[in-house]
């Protein structure tokens, strides 16, 4: 199925923002809330490849990092939200190093982000919505930074790295915008003997005092315990969110929660180098999460495009969405609002290497 152009339906009260490298271009699709089908809005192109992508906390604003932008430098553009949905390139900043992940903190003055490649975290001021080019913090951590998220506090911020095993742990001051290291400055991943260790990306539970990280190598599932009044992560239970018959070697990348976090989806991209014609085999587990305990268990793993590095969930909670980087395609499931399961709804052909995705409301 393409993505074509076409009229909202009548139940498109969501938008959703998909970002490509190949043609760098964000395409803007309305999310039909009853069946969850897809139509597209509208296609902006921008000055440089984009790659993670970010909401302005009063959904006012995009934040697109990019790379190859003037004379091949990164940068972050800040796109204006119009009531069809439509986007507006407002500004773009050029920032330090590339970044493979991007967040706007709680108050909307800061953007925090993370550098994969030289092992950072840093901190630019956001003016009237607007991402500037003013550094006002940077801290070198390790390589492999890989993911900045924030709590729902606006307090403390983590930052997941893959090679080190580690999350790295800060206190935000939202004065200035500076992060203070926490006291301890990290947390160690899952134990290296088994192979479900290197935490990727963080998600924070919405109601319990808990976070997760998906876990890249070999691919699993982390819950932490998180303390609230100090900022700091305990781990917990780990497990492997690999089909338990799988032969590939195959890594884990995201993870989204449903908004009422009774499950949790991790996408596992199949890595293995192939010689012959046999077809990839990515997979999404799905997750249940004790609303109680936030202990863990594993519903199902469901076929999905090639190496899934992006996903998101929409607002209603109904529906998930996995874009296939290799295959060019993006999947929608629905979610069994009892079990967690996922069902195929519709494979959209994108046009060439999805980066992100993520879901909105719709602009006022």
């Not at 863990?296 to 969930?313: L, W």
Request: with cysteine.
């Amino acid at each position: 199925m393409s993505l074509i152009a076409s009229e909202s339906p009548s139940n498109a009260t969501q938008r959703l923002y998909l970002a490509s490298t190949e043609g760098k271009t964000i395409v803007t699709f309305a999310l039909d809330e009853t069946t969850g089908k897809l139509s597209k809005q509208s296609e902006i192109s921008l000055p440089g490849n984009p790659g993670p992508l970010d909401f302005s906390p009063d959904g006012q604003f995009v934040y697109a990092a990019m790379t190859g932008f003037a004379d091949n430098k990164p940068a972050v553009a800040t796109l204006r939200r119009q009531p069809d949905g439509s986007l507006k390139l407002l500004k773009t900043a050029i920032i330090l190093h590339r970044a493979p992940y991007i967040r706007a903190d709680r108050s909307g003055n800061f953007l925090l982000a993370a550098h994969y490649g030289p092992g950072e975290v840093t901190v630019y001021r956001i003016v009237a919505g607007i991402c500037s080019d003013e550094l006002l913090d940077q801290h070198i951590t390790e390589k492999t930074a890989h993911c900045i998220e924030v709590d729902p506090s606006g307090q403390f911020v983590f930052v997941p790295h893959t090679a080190p095993n580690k999350v790295y742990q800060y206190k935000l001051d939202s004065a200035t915008g500076k992060l203070i290291p926490n006291d301890p400055p990290f947390v160690a991943g899952p134990d290296t003997t088994h192979k479900y260790h290197e935490p990727r990306h963080y998600a924070h539970h919405p109601t319990l005092a808990m976070g997760y990280t998906s876990n890249e190598n070999g691919g699993g599932i982390t819950a932490w315990k998180f303390n609230a009044s100090k900022g700091t992560l305990t781990r917990g239970q780990t497990l492997s969110t690999l089909p338990p018959d799988i032969e590939q070697d195959s890594y884990a990348a995201d993870i989204q929660i449903t908004p009422n976090g009774r499950f949790a989806y991790v996408s596992n991209r199949d890595a293995t180098q192939r010689d012959d014609d046999s077809k990839p085999q990515d997979t999404i587990c799905a997750v249940a999460i004790d609303l109680a305990t936030g202990q863990m268990k594993i519903v199902g793993h469901y076929r999905t495009g090639s190496f899934p590095r992006a996903t998101c969930i929409d607002l209603s909670g109904q529906f998930f969405f996995a874009a296939g980087q290799n295959s060019a395609d993006l999947q929608a499931y629905r979610i069994d609002q009892q079990s967690g399961e996922l069902e195929h709804l519709a494979t959209y052909t994108t046009g060439g290497s999805p980066i992100w995705v993520m879901c909105g409301p719709v602009a006022e």
